[in-house]
Structure formats: structure tokens, C-alpha cells
């Protein structure tokens, strides 16, 4: 049952266990070629999960994944989800020069699109890596025709953020159409809080996430913005034990329960594509240029 008329964005950032920013000093990145590849057996297990609870989501894909996995790319489009791109080797976009960056953008976008047989208008940088320190990024991607892109996190995080931010969709280039969509965030007592998914999802009681999409969806009148990995539903992925205590906390805490939890959160608010909330949301988007 649906409570609520406004439908809120689903995404999952498509990326193996072993690509996570969690691990990345303790597996190289030349390693990556001799790991199982898990991702597209969870990506087909999302897709059923999506079909069952009838929503539709956008599937931010790395171009290495696409590569390595054309039949997911396909599963994902013919089943009416949005492919975009999560960049082609989640490389943090502020480690870029704007050259870089460009290049990075085009070689996923080609990938993806030859995969996906789909126009690639939507991107999400890996752990949401536009903030103030390369605000240039916001410019490339409207130098390169993208509609919106999902990544900003307004708030302060130990591994990421923005807070000066705005909360809901903004334009970040003057005299472009580009839309920026932040990922969700709740207010408690004047502060706000990362609320669009992640690790926070998957830890705190699914009461927190409940109340944070319903104070973004009543009060602040706005759809959320919802993320998770193929990852966090498969809990027999390989442990990595070289990794930092808080990292290994973090990445494998209730890994059983998330398919459980996912399904009362997308049974109970509205989900759909972010090309169509980006679309909604530019008829009322802020002029914000950092
Ligand atoms: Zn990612």
C-alpha cells in the first residue's frame, strides 16, 4: 500500500563486493580481474525483487561491470529500468582533473550504451564525489549532454559530503538544463543526516528510513532519493578480513535481513526512474552555482 502520492527515485550503484571504496587500500585494483564476479547473479536477484514489488529503478553501472556482464546490462533495459553510469572504474571524481574526468565519462558512457542498447543521460559519481572541492565536475557533465546527475550527499560524512549544498534539486550551471539531484537527507534538531541509503540503511532499524522518507515526502513536499549495492543483498559474498574493523562492520552487518527490509520499503512509499524525477524536479529546481 502506498501512502503517499509523491513517487520517490530508486537507484542501485552497480559495482562488485570487492570495488567498494571500503576495501580499497587492502585489494588492489590489478587484482580485480581474479575475483568471482558476484554482481550479475545480484543484480538478476534485484530484478525480480523490483518485478515482484512492480516499481521501476535506475541502475547506475560502472562501465567495468558492463563489460563483464552485457546480459545484466540487457536484463536490466528490457525489464523497463533506467541504465546510467556510475563512471567506468568508481575512480572519485575530485582525484580527476576535468580532462580526466571527460574521458572517464566517455569511455562508461560508450560501454554502457553498447550494452544497454539505451541513451545514457544520467550519471552518479562514485561515493557521491562532487562536492566543493571540484565543482568544475557539474560543468563537464552538462559539456557532455547528461540530463541530471545524482551526486551530491548534502551533509557531513566521514567519507564524503557537501554541506553548504541544497537539499532538494538544483541547477548547478548557469545557462544549462543539467539537474542535480543530492541523494536524500532527514533534518533532526536542525541537522541533517544522511538518510538515502547506503550503510545506513542496512544498520539502523528500518523505522529510521521510514521516517526520514516520510518527513522528506509530507513536510518538505519532495520526492527521496534511494540508493543500495547489489552487495548488500548477498550475504555469502567472500569476506575480505585485510580490511579496517570499522569498514568490515559496516560493509557486512545484516546482509541476511536487507532483502526482507528492501521489500517493506519499496511496498510502502512510491518508487520509480530518476530520469522521471529528474524531469519533475527541474520545473523546480534552485539556481545553485558553488
Ligand atoms: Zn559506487
Given at each position: 500500500?502506498?501512502?503517499?502520492?509523491?513517487?520517490?527515485?530508486?537507484?542501485?550503484?552497480?559495482?562488485?563486493?570487492?570495488?567498494?571504496?571500503?576495501?580499497?587500500?587492502?585489494?588492489?585494483?590489478?587484482?580485480?580481474?581474479?575475483?568471482?564476479?558476484?554482481?550479475?547473479?545480484?543484480?538478476?536477484?534485484?530484478?525480480?525483487?523490483?518485478?515482484?514489488?512492480?516499481?521501476?529503478?535506475?541502475?547506475?553501472?560502472?562501465?567495468?561491470?558492463?563489460?563483464?556482464?552485457?546480459?545484466?546490462?540487457?536484463?536490466?533495459?528490457?525489464?523497463?529500468?533506467?541504465?546510467?553510469?556510475?563512471?567506468?572504474?568508481h575512480t572519485r571524481v575530485f582525484t580527476f582533473s576535468p580532462q580526466e574526468f571527460a574521458e572517464d565519462?566517455?569511455?562508461?558512457?560508450?560501454?554502457?550504451?553498447?550494452?544497454?542498447?539505451?541513451?545514457?543521460?544520467?550519471?552518479?559519481?562514485?561515493?557521491?564525489?562532487?562536492?566543493?572541492?571540484?565543482?568544475?565536475?557539474?560543468?563537464?557533465?552538462?559539456?557532455?549532454?547528461?540530463?541530471?546527475?545524482?551526486?551530491?550527499?548534502?551533509?557531513?560524512?566521514?567519507?564524503?559530503?557537501?554541506?553548504?549544498?541544497?537539499?532538494?534539486?538544483?541547477?548547478?550551471?548557469?545557462?544549462?538544463?543539467?539537474?542535480?539531484?543530492?541523494?536524500?537527507?532527514?533534518?533532526?534538531?536542525?541537522?541533517?543526516?544522511?538518510?538515502?541509503?547506503?550503510?545506513?540503511?542496512?544498520?539502523?532499524?528500518?523505522?529510521?528510513?521510514?521516517?526520514?522518507?516520510?518527513?522528506?515526502?509530507?513536510?518538505?513536499?519532495?520526492?527521496?532519493?534511494?540508493?543500495?549495492?547489489?552487495?548488500?543483498?548477498?550475504?555469502?559474498?567472500?569476506?575480505?578480513?585485510?580490511?579496517?574493523?570499522?569498514?568490515?562492520?559496516?560493509?557486512?552487518?545484516?546482509?541476511?535481513?536487507?532483502?526482507?527490509?528492501?521489500?517493506?520499503?519499496?511496498?510502502?512509499?512510491?518508487?520509480?526512474?530518476?530520469?522521471?524525477?529528474?524531469?519533475?524536479?527541474?520545473?523546480?529546481?534552485?539556481?545553485?552555482?558553488?
Amino acid at each position: 500500500m502506498t501512502q503517499h502520492s509523491i513517487v520517490n527515485g530508486l537507484s542501485v550503484d552497480v559495482e562488485d563486493w570487492f570495488q567498494v571504496g571500503a576495501f580499497e587500500h587492502t585489494i588492489k585494483r590489478e587484482d580485480w580481474d581474479s575475483l568471482q564476479l558476484r554482481v550479475g547473479d545480484n543484480v538478476a536477484r534485484i530484478l525480480d525483487l523490483f518485478d515482484a514489488a512492480g516499481v521501476k529503478a535506475t541502475f547506475f553501472t560502472l562501465g567495468w561491470v558492463a563489460q563483464r556482464n552485457p546480459a545484466a546490462m540487457r536484463a536490466i533495459v528490457e525489464r523497463g529500468h533506467e541504465l546510467a553510469s556510475h563512471g567506468y572504474d568508481h575512480t572519485r571524481v575530485f582525484t580527476f582533473s576535468p580532462q580526466e574526468f571527460a574521458e572517464d565519462l566517455a569511455k562508461a558512457r560508450t560501454i554502457l550504451e553498447d550494452a544497454g542498447g539505451m541513451a545514457i543521460t544520467g550519471y552518479r559519481a562514485p561515493s557521491f564525489s562532487i562536492d566543493a572541492r571540484n565543482p568544475w565536475a557539474h560543468e563537464v557533465l552538462a559539456e557532455h549532454g547528461y540530463a541530471y546527475s545524482s551526486s551530491v550527499a548534502p551533509v557531513v560524512h566521514d567519507h564524503y559530503g557537501w554541506r553548504e549544498a541544497p537539499r532538494f534539486a538544483f541547477n548547478p550551471v548557469s545557462g544549462s538544463d543539467l539537474v542535480e539531484i543530492p541523494v536524500t537527507t532527514a533534518v533532526f534538531r536542525g541537522r541533517r543526516l544522511a538518510a538515502g541509503g547506503g550503510g545506513f540503511f542496512r544498520v539502523l532499524p528500518y523505522a529510521f528510513s521510514r521516517w526520514a522518507i516520510r518527513q522528506v515526502n509530507r513536510q518538505d513536499r519532495r520526492p527521496a532519493v534511494f540508493y543500495f549495492h547489489p552487495w548488500e543483498v548477498d550475504p555469502d559474498q567472500p569476506r575480505v578480513y585485510g580490511a579496517p574493523m570499522r569498514s568490515r562492520l559496516r560493509h557486512y552487518t545484516n546482509l541476511s535481513r536487507m532483502e526482507d527490509k528492501l521489500s517493506d520499503l519499496l511496498g510502502e512509499f512510491a518508487w520509480g526512474r530518476m530520469d522521471a524525477l529528474a524531469e519533475r524536479e527541474a520545473a523546480r529546481s534552485l539556481d545553485w552555482a558553488a
